[in-house]
DNA sequence: ACCTGAACACCGTTCAAGT
DNA sequence: ACCTGAACACCGTTCAAGT
């Protein structure tokens, strides 16, 4: 009666846990229960619950647009994915602390990371460049969005309870600049910083 | 004999916790015993965890140095908040992450960044430029910081173990990038970015 | 008032036993 | 082979009881 229970089937299960019920909710218990299975039968297909998490952040990753396009230039490329990037985490902003968190050095990150500087380079810049500015880029995208999926996380569980009880000028500004526009337009800032420093060089 | 048990007492306690022994170790049952203490008498100064943990971040954005100095302009502010905050990411980088998926809007952050945006309008940048310039600046020393805390936890982890098995190229060369000098020439790259796109304004 | 052990409903993981 | 319940050593939190 087991539905094809596998790693890939867990970490799915685990991921809509997470989207359901929160981040918390990723248990191996929970994801046992819902597969109609004893919880020891998870380990016959993984190996610790940090596996879980690597293959959650894994399929999250996966939903990214990386995929180069022909005639594109390395800055759409990088549009391109900063607007997927951010997609992923409006869609599953819970689970985007996992993503936040995990190693860049590692299997799911890391092949992320290589097909984004594929792209990119067939885009025109070089591979120096890419990491140049990868390293910028992808630093302010997990930071930005982090933020945004830690505001969405707290306001969509906030739902359940009473409205909202805040009524402070500052936090609405530093609150409010958190929209498509800013996102856009921090993204053009750093762009336009990376052109500058290299048409001098 | 209990040694001025308080809100304080218990954050700093965590703190330590976390910085000896890893994130995970930040629980009511070990404060408690490092304290002395049951583990329900934390319940008379604390609500809940989370409180602790908020406290917490309060105790690690409070060694950042934010006070503005006379005769500096918003540049230098930005630049010595920028070393300062990874100083403390440094000093505590399994804790680090709390910093990380803090609530902006709420009071540790909210006090921090207020701070910064004093300091940096008495540098003479607007109060509406800051905030522009802010968003941009946080959130990639968010993302910067959070990677380098967690490559620091793991590899801390890792000195207990075996020699490191890493042998791929690409891994290196993107966390090589990790440097003061990577760090300082990120920062340059925004703060010109912004300056270009003020300069056409 | 202040502190507390016992208890509750959970965790991840191991292990010996079932089929 | 594959799956499993019971058990272990933990969690945060509550509650009624101690001093």
Redesign the pocket.
């Known amino acids: 009666m087991?539905l094809h229970?596998s790693r890939e089937t867990i970490a799915r299960t685990g991921l809509e846990l997470i989207d359901r019920d929160g981040l918390e909710a990723l248990?191996?218990?929970?994801i046992a229960s819902e597969l109609s299975?004893?919880?020891?039968?998870l380990?016959?297909h993984v190996r610790?619950?940090?596996e879980i998490v690597s293959d959650v952040v894994g399929l999250l990753l996966g939903e990214v647009d990386t995929t180069a396009r022909s005639g594109e230039v390395w800055e759409e490329v990088l549009r391109r994915v900063a607007t997927s990037v951010r997609a992923v985490a409006h869609r599953h902003p819970a689970a985007f602390t996992l993503v936040a968190t995990a190693p860049v050095d590692e299997a799911p990150v890391l092949d992320y990371a290589r097909a984004i500087e594929e792209a990119s380079v067939a885009g025109g810049i070089s591979e120096q460049r890419f990491i140049e500015s990868w390293q910028v880029i992808d630093a302010f995208l997990t930071g930005f969005l982090m933020m945004e999926a830690t505001a969405l996380t707290r306001a969509r569980a906030a739902e359940a309870d009473d409205a909202g009880t805040t009524s402070d000028a500052f936090r609405g500004d530093m609150s409010k600049v958190h929209s498509d526009a800013a996102f856009a337009a921090a993204l053009e800032i750093i762009i336009a910083g990376l052109r500058q420093k290299w048409g001098r060089e």
């Open positions: 087991h229970l248990t191996l218990r929970n299975v004893g919880v020891t039968t380990y016959g610790t619950r940090d």
